[in-house]
C-alpha cells in the first residue's frame, strides 16, 4: 500500500428508484443491518415491484491508483463515473466495499461548489478554500495566484450570481488547483470553460501531477485524456471492463461508440435530437456516386447528409459538421455561414442540408463525425457525438514509389513546383 494512493475494493453502490431514504425508520434499520451483514442486495428482493426499482450504479468495482499517477477514468454518460467519484470525495457512502485513501483529496465535481451566489468572487475564494480544508494564511499567500489565474479579477468584488458558468468554474477551478493536494480529483467541469482556460487547465493538472501528486482525470474529450494520462480505467454499466495502458483504452472506447456498420442513421420521431427551431430526422454519408457507404477512398469525395424537420417559419438554421480521428482528436469543424445556406430564413417543413468533403484530404484510418445545431445568433446548442464512423481505405493515390505509412489524419493533395535557380555547368 505504500505507493498506493487510492484502493478500491469491491465497491458496489444500490439506489432504490425514486427512494431518497426508506421511507420510514423501521425499514431504514433493516437496510443498515442488511448492509452490516453484506446482505443488501437481499433486502430488496421481497417482491417483484422493488425488484423494478433496484438499480446497480455500481458493480464490484476494484482497482488501484497509484501514487503521482495520472488515470483517466472513462465510459459513456450514464456508466457510473460520477457515482463512484462521489465515493472517492466521501459525498455518498458505497452499498459494498470499501475505498483506502492515502493523503489529502480535493475534488472538484460540479462548478462553483460551495460557493454562495450573494457573496463576492474574493469572498468565496476565502469560503471555497476554508471548506476545501486551506488555512486562512494559505488562502492569503496565494490569494493573488488564484486570481490571477482564473482571469477574472476585473470582477473579483462582484457577487458571483452574476458570473457566467465559465467564469464560475475558472474561479472554483483555481482555488482547487492551488489547493496542493495529494489526490485532486476532476469531473468534466473543465468543458464549462473556454479553450484557451482549457488548454490553462490541462497545464496545471500536469504541473500537479509533474510534483507527485495523483490525479483522477474524468472527460468525454479522448485528446485531454491521452494528453493527460498514463493509464486509464474504462466503465460501463457500472463495471470495469478494461484498464491499462492510456492509448489501448481509449482507443476501445472510442470502437464501443462508432458506428462501424452503418452508414447513415435514422432517429425516432420522439427521440429526434434538436432545439425549438428544428429536429434533426437523419444523417447519412455518401459516395461519390451518391451510394450510403462508410468506407472511402483516400483520392474520392464524399458526402455528409442532414436531414432535419423546420418546426415554425421564419427560423434560421445554424449548423456544424466536425470530423475527430480515431484518437477522438478533433480535425476541423465546418459550419453553414455561407450566404446560400446560413442567411435564409426556412419555412416550416422538412429540409436536407449537404456537406461534401473533398477527395485527397484524409489520410486512411478511421473517422468519427458529430454534428451540432444551433438556433439563430449560435444560441441553445445541442451537439451529436461520434453519431456515424467512416473508413478510409488507401488507393495509393499521391503515393508515387514511397511505400511507408503516411503520418497524421491528413493526407493533402498539395502543388509542387520546382525550378533551377542556378545550374552548374
Same mark, same amino acid.
Not at 215 to 223: I, Q
Not at 231 to 245: E, K, N, P, R, Y
Not at 338 to 365: A, I, P, W
Given at each position: 500500500?505504500?505507493?498506493?494512493?487510492?484502493?478500491?475494493?469491491?465497491?458496489?453502490?444500490?439506489? $432504490?428508484?425514486?427512494?431518497?431514504?426508506?421511507?420510514?425508520?423501521?425499514?431504514?434499520?433493516?437496510?443498515?443491518?442488511?448492509?452490516?451483514?453484506?446482505?443488501?442486495?437481499?433486502?430488496?428482493?421481497?417482491?417483484?415491484?422493488? !425488484?423494478? %426499482?433496484?438499480?446497480?450504479?455500481?458493480?464490484?468495482?476494484?482497482?488501484?491508483?497509484?501514487?503521482?499517477?495520472?488515470?483517466?477514468?472513462?465510459?459513456?454518460?450514464?456508466?457510473?463515473?460520477?457515482?463512484?467519484?462521489?465515493?472517492?470525495?466521501?459525498?455518498?457512502?458505497?452499498?459494498?466495499?470499501?475505498?483506502?485513501? !492515502?493523503?489529502?483529496?480535493?475534488?472538484?465535481? /460540479?462548478?462553483?461548489?460551495?460557493?454562495?451566489?450573494?457573496?463576492?468572487?474574493?469572498?468565496?475564494?476565502?469560503?471555497?478554500?476554508? =471548506?476545501?480544508? *486551506?488555512?486562512?494564511?494559505?488562502?492569503?499567500?496565494?490569494?493573488?495566484?488564484?486570481?490571477?489565474?482564473?482571469?477574472? +479579477?476585473?470582477?473579483?468584488?462582484?457577487?458571483?450570481?452574476?458570473?457566467?458558468?465559465?467564469?464560475?468554474?475558472?474561479?472554483?477551478?483555481?482555488?482547487?488547483?492551488?489547493?496542493?493536494?495529494?489526490?485532486? =480529483?476532476?469531473?468534466?467541469?473543465?468543458?464549462?470553460?473556454?479553450?484557451?482556460?482549457?488548454?490553462?487547465?490541462?497545464?496545471?493538472?500536469?504541473?500537479?501531477?509533474?510534483?507527485?501528486?495523483?490525479?483522477?482525470?474524468?472527460?468525454?474529450? *479522448?485528446?485531454?485524456? !491521452? +494528453?493527460?494520462? %498514463?493509464?486509464?480505467?474504462?466503465?460501463?454499466?457500472?463495471?470495469?471492463?478494461?484498464?491499462?495502458?492510456?492509448? $489501448?483504452?481509449?482507443? $476501445?472506447?472510442?470502437?464501443?461508440?462508432?458506428?462501424?456498420?452503418?452508414?447513415?442513421?435514422?432517429?425516432?420521431?420522439?427521440?429526434?435530437?434538436?432545439?425549438?427551431?428544428?429536429?434533426?430526422?437523419?444523417?447519412?454519408?455518401?459516395? %461519390?456516386?451518391?451510394? /450510403?457507404?462508410?468506407?472511402?477512398?483516400?483520392?474520392?469525395?464524399?458526402?455528409?447528409?442532414?436531414?432535419?424537420?423546420?418546426?415554425?417559419?421564419?427560423?434560421?438554421?445554424?449548423?456544424?459538421?466536425?470530423?475527430?480521428?480515431?484518437?477522438?482528436?478533433?480535425?476541423?469543424?465546418?459550419?453553414?455561414?455561407?450566404?446560400?445556406?446560413?442567411?435564409?430564413?426556412?419555412?416550416?417543413?422538412?429540409? *436536407?442540408?449537404?456537406?461534401?468533403?473533398?477527395? +485527397?484530404?484524409?489520410?486512411?484510418?478511421?473517422?468519427?463525425?458529430?454534428?451540432?445545431?444551433?438556433?439563430?445568433?449560435?444560441?441553445?446548442?445541442?451537439?451529436?457525438?461520434?453519431?456515424?464512423?467512416? /473508413? *478510409?481505405?488507401?488507393?495509393?493515390?499521391?503515393?508515387?514509389?514511397?511505400?511507408?505509412?503516411?503520418?497524421?489524419?491528413?493526407?493533402?493533395?498539395?502543388?509542387?513546383?520546382?525550378?533551377?535557380?542556378?545550374?552548374?555547368?
Amino acid at each position: 500500500m505504500e505507493d498506493i494512493a487510492i484502493r478500491i475494493e469491491q465497491v458496489s453502490k444500490l439506489y $432504490r428508484l425514486g427512494i431518497i431514504s426508506s421511507g420510514s425508520l423501521k425499514e431504514d434499520i433493516g437496510m443498515l443491518l442488511a448492509k452490516i451483514n453484506k446482505r443488501e442486495d437481499e433486502y430488496f428482493e421481497a417482491g417483484e415491484q422493488e !425488484r423494478k %426499482q433496484l438499480v446497480w450504479a455500481l458493480k464490484d468495482i476494484t482497482f488501484d491508483v497509484k501514487k503521482g499517477e495520472v488515470l483517466g477514468l472513462i465510459g459513456k454518460n450514464g456508466a457510473g463515473k460520477s457515482t463512484l467519484l462521489k465515493i472517492l470525495s466521501r459525498v455518498t457512502e458505497p452499498t459494498r466495499g470499501r475505498v483506502k485513501i !492515502r493523503g489529502r483529496i480535493v475534488s472538484l465535481l /460540479e462548478v462553483g461548489t460551495g460557493f454562495h451566489p450573494e457573496l463576492t468572487g474574493k469572498e468565496n475564494v476565502f469560503l471555497n478554500g476554508a =471548506i476545501l480544508g *486551506m488555512s486562512k494564511r494559505e488562502i492569503l499567500s496565494k490569494y493573488d495566484e488564484i486570481v490571477e489565474f482564473s482571469g477574472v +479579477s476585473k470582477y473579483i468584488d462582484t457577487p458571483v450570481k452574476r458570473y457566467s458558468s465559465g467564469m464560475y468554474v475558472r474561479l472554483a477551478f483555481a482555488v482547487a488547483a492551488h489547493l496542493e493536494p495529494e489526490i485532486l =480529483i476532476v469531473d468534466e467541469v473543465l468543458a464549462v470553460g473556454d479553450a484557451e482556460f482549457q488548454a490553462k487547465c490541462l497545464g496545471k493538472i500536469k504541473d500537479v501531477s509533474a510534483h507527485g501528486r495523483t490525479v483522477v482525470f474524468v472527460s468525454h474529450s *479522448m485528446a485531454a485524456v !491521452r +494528453s493527460l494520462c %498514463q493509464s486509464a480505467v474504462l466503465i460501463d454499466q457500472g463495471q470495469v471492463t478494461d484498464s491499462g495502458d492510456v492509448g $489501448r483504452i481509449v482507443d $476501445r472506447y472510442l470502437g464501443l461508440n462508432q458506428v462501424v456498420t452503418a452508414s447513415s442513421v435514422h432517429f425516432p420521431p420522439n427521440e429526434r435530437p434538436g432545439n425549438v427551431d428544428f429536429k434533426v430526422i437523419a444523417i447519412r454519408i455518401r459516395n %461519390q456516386w451518391g451510394d /450510403e457507404s462508410n468506407a472511402f477512398f483516400v483520392s474520392a469525395d464524399f458526402t455528409i447528409e442532414i436531414e432535419y424537420e423546420v418546426l415554425k417559419d421564419d427560423v434560421q438554421i445554424c449548423l456544424s459538421v466536425s470530423l475527430n480521428n480515431a484518437q477522438g482528436d478533433g480535425l476541423f469543424a465546418s459550419l453553414n455561414t455561407t450566404d446560400r445556406e446560413y442567411d435564409v430564413k426556412r419555412k416550416q417543413g422538412v429540409y *436536407m442540408s449537404s456537406v461534401k468533403v473533398f477527395g +485527397s484530404l484524409l489520410n486512411c484510418g478511421k473517422f468519427h463525425i458529430a454534428i451540432n445545431g444551433y438556433r439563430e445568433g449560435w444560441s441553445d446548442h445541442f451537439g451529436i457525438n461520434n453519431v456515424l464512423s467512416f /473508413e *478510409m481505405l488507401d488507393d495509393n493515390a499521391l503515393r508515387g514509389d514511397y511505400k511507408q505509412n503516411y503520418g497524421g489524419s491528413f493526407r493533402p493533395k498539395l502543388e509542387w513546383n520546382t525550378k533551377a535557380v542556378s545550374n552548374s555547368k
